[in-house]
Nanobody, 126 residues
Framework: QVQLVESGGGLVQAGGSLRLSCAAS????????MGWFRQAPGKEREFVAG????????YHVESVKGRFAISRDNAKNTVYLQMNSLKPEDTAVYYC???????????????????WGKGTLVTVSS
């Protein structure tokens, strides 16, 4: 079973940038499709971006398209989320997900087992 640890969150002003990292252990990262989700206070957890095991398939939700970029380095067992032009509405706890379906890159009816990290808080001040 894979274990995931997110890092890189913090407080940033609107318009700023952060890079989140998700380090995997226990299993080889290339065995998994990976994703980032977020949960703002009082709201449900929502999908942000996903990437297939080899990085060839990626997806970003409309609200972050052009500002966020998901990537992965399987040699380092790490997935990243580069976040630019941050807005106050991006404030949330960001969670990393590993899906046992290697070609998983977005939520769909075709899915495997999900494994979650504990999250990292991103706060964007106006």
């Amino acid at each position: 079973q894979v274990q995931l640890v997110e890092s890189g969150g913090g407080l940033v002003q609107a318009g700023g940038s952060l890079r989140l990292s998700c380090a995997a252990s226990g299993r080889t990262l290339s065995d998994y499709g990976m994703g980032w989700f977020r949960q703002a206070p009082g709201k449900e957890r929502e999908f942000v971006a996903g990437i297939s095991w080899n990085g060839l398939l990626t997806y970003h939700v409309e609200s972050v398209k052009g500002r966020f970029a998901i990537s992965r380095d399987n040699a380092k067992n790490t997935v990243y989320l580069q976040m630019n032009s941050l807005k106050p509405e991006d404030t949330a706890v960001y969670y990393c997900l590993a899906n046992s379906l290697r070609n998983w890159y977005r939520p769909s009816s075709l899915t495997g087992m999900d494994y979650w990290g504990k999250g990292t808080l991103v706060t964007v001040s106006s």
